[in-house]
């Protein structure tokens, strides 16, 4: 037995790949997560070098917050997510948010 396909190549099907969204990591000042924590996470969490990082944490502890880095939404959650746990563990109120970027 045998089976014939039509393919019609006269009509073209076009795919718009719509890139997800990003979003932006949002970290806070408080009056108790000492600098050095800070700059730890964002060096070993965030993989900002140390120059970048003291730039940031020091914009963080004069303007009360910045943005950290821009992710996908999962990866900028469990980015969040983990550092604030790491943050309770060392017994920090340290606090993240995430936003989408616009």
Partial sequence: MSTHIKISHSKHTQFKIKEPPMYNVIMHNDDVTTM???????????????QDAETIMLKIHNE???????????????KANYTMNLAKANNFP????????R
Avoid: N, P
């Fill in 94 to 101: 340290l606090q993240l948010t995430i936003e989408e970027t």
């Fill in 36 to 50: 050095d924590f800070v700059v730890y996470v964002l060096v070993k969490i965030f993989r900002k070098s140390e």
């Fill in 64 to 78: 009360g917050s910045a943005i950290v880095g821009t992710y996908s939404q999962d990866i900028a959650q469990s």
